[in-house]
């Protein structure tokens, strides 16, 4: 039987009083803070397994190797965030804005990314074994490497994005999404579902890439236009 987690919930008044190592150190059950700022702090080692955040500020925090897993953010600010080697099985980040972050050789396996801004983040080299992302902006974002086989990819902006060597065999773009300008070196596409997303500044260069996959004829016209061709 499933249950329900119970939380000490920590305003910024009672965090005022006391230490995050003290809280954590007297914790006997998972804590939950809110609208708490630890933006430039370094967090890095530390173990917050299990909390959830509220509305808290994490701006340019250093998390480096922490160890967050099963932890949950809502409506967090962490833009330019470091979260390098960390641990974040089954983490869920939901309406946060981290631009700019940085997640290389952090562990990811089933964390979930709903609602977010990852503008520019980096996530080279993360272990990312059924990592989901949906209605997320992921513009210029450093994805090279990662795994969308067979993933429902809803309402993403790839746009400018760096997709090389990504597998997105027999992934479906649903509710919109892009690929506009997205570098797509070595990437693989066979059998994917691009019919509803951007491609906009793909070049018929890259078309073997896209062996297999399923477009659509607007889209087929706007790659065969980018040789000058026309389609009646």
């Known amino acids: ?3 329900e987690r119970v939380y000490l919930k920590i305003s910024p008044e009672e965090f005022d009083t006391t230490t995050l190592a003290e809280l954590i150190q007297d914790q006997s059950s998972p804590l939950w803070f809110t609208a708490i700022d630890f933006s430039g702090q370094d967090l890095s080692r530390i173990n917050l397994q299990g909390m959830r955040f509220e509305r808290c500020l994490f701006a340019g925090s250093n998390l480096t190797a922490a160890k967050l897993d099963n932890t949950e953010w809502l409506n967090c600010r962490a833009a330019q965030a470091i979260f390098r080697s960390a641990t974040l099985v089954d983490a869920k980040f939901s309406s946060s804005d ?24 980096n996530f080279v080299d993360a272990a990312t074994l059924g990592l989901n992302f949906s209605d997320c902006v992921l513009r210029s974002a450093c994805l090279s490497g990662l795994s969308f086989y067979k993933s429902k990819l809803r309402g993403l902006d790839f746009a400018d994005a760096d997709l090389s060597y990504c597998d997105f065999r027999q992934a479906e773009f649903l509710e919109g999404g892009s690929l506009s300008m997205a570098r797509v070196n070595n990437a693989r596409f066979d059998q994917a579902d691009l019919r509803e997303a951007s491609l906009d500044g ?31």
Not at 212 to 221: E, N, P, R
């Open 98 to 121: 981290l631009n700019n972050t940085q997640w290389q050789h952090s562990k990811l396996a089933h964390a979930s990314f709903e609602g977010c801004k990852l503008t520019g983040a």
């Open 202 to 232: 793909l070049r018929l260069v890259d078309a073997k890439l896209f062996k297999g996959a399923i477009i659509s004829k607007s889209q087929a016209s706007m790659l065969l236009s980018g040789l000058g061709l026309t389609v009646m």
């Open 1 to 3: 039987m499933h249950t």
